[in-house]
């Protein structure tokens, strides 16, 4: 099964919260991304290279991790970040692996 | 601007073949590895497989069962996914996507219907 397991599955978050995704992956010494979908579009990268935001991103989110296990963290939920986060981790086998999937609500 | 437009998509008998396009533009596609990610309705992300610049390396999930295959025209800047055998299970929005170390850009997608 080539799905990284990501938590939690589901979770909404008032506005101001702070939120934090996890992410697994296969291995250590990855190359972690994450990317975000909003309902009926496609996914955009959001975080890569585990820390680093894509052009465009709010400084309230953020990457971390080291090892196997991996993060996102919004610092402050709005109502826009909304969506559903997956991981992705590359240059291992297969290639690239994604997450399960993480939808986030607003409460 | 990086774009990346699929096309190519709709309703298809089971056991039919398919292939979808996604035309480049807006970065040097000849330098890039590019790929193709699937969404079933309502479900994940699910990597199908990549294509080196050249054509020379083409590397696919293992589960797939070599129901796809790459190709690309540099010259066209554009990518292709070939389908093969298709079942209901394949029904889903593909996306082509460039590669940097994980994917960087993704394209609109297109919808396939694998049914009767």
């Known amino acids: 099964d080539n799905v990284l397991p990501q938590s939690p599955t589901t979770m909404a978050a008032s506005p101001g919260e702070k939120v934090t995704i996890t992410c697994h992956a296969r291995?250590?010494?990855?190359?972690m991304n994450w990317h975000q979908q909003k309902s009926g579009s496609s996914p955009k990268l959001w975080i890569y290279d585990t820390s680093k935001l894509a052009s465009g991103v709010p400084d309230r989110f953020s990457g971390s991790g080291s090892g196997t296990s991996y993060s996102l963290t919004i610092n402050s939920m709005e109502t826009e970040d909304a969506a559903t986060y997956y991981c992705q981790q590359c240059c291992s086998t297969p290639p690239i692996t994604f997450g399960s999937g993480t939808k986030l609500e607003i409460k | 601007e990086v774009k990346l437009v699929e096309s190519g998509g709709g309703l298809v008998q089971p056991g039919r073949s398919l292939k979808l396009s996604c035309a480049a533009s807006?970065?040097?596609?000849?330098?890039?590895?590019m790929g193709w990610v699937r969404q079933a309705p309502g479900k994940g992300l699910e990597w199908i497989g990549e294509i080196n610049p050249d054509s020379s390396t083409r590397k696919y999930d293992p589960s797939l069962k070599e129901k796809f295959t790459i190709s690309r025209d540099n010259a066209q800047n554009t990518l292709y996914l070939q389908m093969s055998k298709l079942e209901s299970e394949d029904t889903a929005i593909y996306y082509c996507a460039r590669e940097d170390y994980g994917l960087d850009y993704w394209g609109q997608g297109v919808m396939v219907t694998v049914s009767s």
């Open positions: 807006g970065f040097s596609f000849d330098d890039y590895w």
């Open positions: 291995s250590s010494g990855v190359y």
